[in-house]
């Protein structure tokens, strides 16, 4: 699926460009405002954006999509993107920022071992920078890719330096999350796109996908308690970061179909915030046609 | 270079035969695996979470840690041969 999620973002480049522009030149109130003709714009221009998200909300929603639905849903969308430049430059007073479950993190660190925080694209996984700082001073480590093609990033003035990463895509990428996580660290991953990798038929919202196993393997191996973390939008200024319970980590032995009870957990969960949080799903591109993806 | 003493007391064919168990690579056999043939992009289509799990298996057989801060990780994890190379120069290092 990975040519869908470039085609995606190719596709969002202009838009993140002209929000980072616009938040720079003026200020947010007004950014907020021409946000509606901006988002409108994309909703008439970007179909394989609009379908992805008219399939979502018809399926979160049990009945077929209003037009305005996935204006507001995409709308969000931008919503996020502008206040990631804000972030990004370290202007964090202007956003109420809900922090809930921070005491799980505690209790998975207290034997002294890692946490791994199961991602996803419900909400922004960006937003890591707020999870970061309500993280405080614990140890945390975000996985992600860091492709130079990837223009979205570079666009957005995103610094990774505030974050530590891993990149994804190396030889050493999930070794080196092992490491950490068994040296008491945290360690955040994204486990709802596949992206070519080994991965398990799953259902969410009813209608069957398929999600990586790669994260559980990770937790599995390293022996380390996994929490779910969300960094989701609420409208206005407010912000929300979750760190919630997602079951019991397979045993450290298990591989391929005997990973399916946490990649079904996983997915559960993820339906549970999706249907609270609709207008957070952000992945813009035809998630349920995950064909030949399952190994 | 240094090898020919370590290399037999660790070979990259039996790294094959460790490989393809631990990864349950039902489909290959380890005696027909191309030694120089590169981990990843073609060759043997490795990714990162084989590496992990190979790195596992090398350890709990050898006792050898193979770090992810290495800096010749690339080198390291060309192909079997080279992966084999380096646990094999770690067991000697060891004496």
Not at chain 1, 157 to 183: E, K
Not at chain 1, 188 to 201: F, K, Y
């Amino acid at each position: 699926m990975k040519h869908w999620t470039e085609r995606s973002e190719r596709g969002s480049v202009w838009l993140i460009r002209l929000i980072v522009w616009l938040a720079r030149a003026v200020g947010r109130p007004l950014c907020r405002a021409l946000l509606h003709p901006i988002v409108f714009y994309f909703v008439l221009t970007d179909g394989v954006a609009r379908r992805a998200s008219t399939e979502f909300l018809q399926a979160v929603n049990g009945r077929p999509t209003r037009w305005i639905e996935v204006f507001a849903h995409i709308y969000y969308f931008a919503s996020t993107l502008l206040d990631r430049v804000y972030m990004a430059a370290g202007d964090f007073d202007r956003f109420q920022v809900t922090i809930e479950g921070l005491p799980l993190v505690d209790r998975a660190l207290q034997p002294g071992g890692g946490c791994l925080l199961l991602g996803s694209h419900l909400g922004s996984f960006d937003l890591m920078i707020l999870a970061h700082r309500a993280l405080d001073s614990r140890p945390v480590n975000v996985m992600m890719r860091v492709d130079p093609r990837s223009r979205v990033r570079n666009i957005a003035g995103i610094d990774d330096g505030t974050l530590r990463v891993i990149p994804l895509g190396q030889p050493d990428s999930f070794l080196r999350a092992y490491d950490l996580l068994t040296q008491g660290e945290i360690v955040a991953v994204l486990a709802d796109r596949v992206d070519g990798a080994a991965s398990l038929p799953v259902n969410f919202l009813a209608r069957g996908t398929a999600m990586p196993i790669a994260p559980h393997v990770l937790a599995a191996r390293s022996g380390v308690p996994t929490l779910m973390c969300f960094g989701l939008y609420e409208g206005g200024n407010r912000y929300r970061i979750e760190f919630v319970e997602s079951g019991a980590t397979a045993s450290s032995a298990s591989r391929g179909a005997e990973l399916q009870p946490v990649v079904d957990q996983y997915a559960a969960m993820l339906e549970q915030y999706a249907r609270r949080y609709p207008l957070n799903w952000f992945n813009f591109y035809p998630y349920w046609r995950t064909d030949g993806g399952a190994t | 270079m240094m090898l020919p003493a370590t290399a037999s007391a660790f070979s990259a064919r039996e790294l094959a035969t460790l490989v393809v168990e631990g990864l349950h690579l039902e489909d290959l056999d380890p005696q027909q695996l191309d030694l120089t043939a590169p981990l990843f992009d073609g060759g043997l289509n490795l990714d990162s979470l084989d590496v992990l799990e190979i790195s596992l298996v090398i350890q709990q057989r050898y006792g050898v840690k193979l770090k992810a801060d290495d800096p010749n990780n690339k080198a390291i994890f060309a192909s079997l041969q080279s992966l084999a190379d380096h646990v094999a120069a770690v067991l000697s290092a060891r004496g």
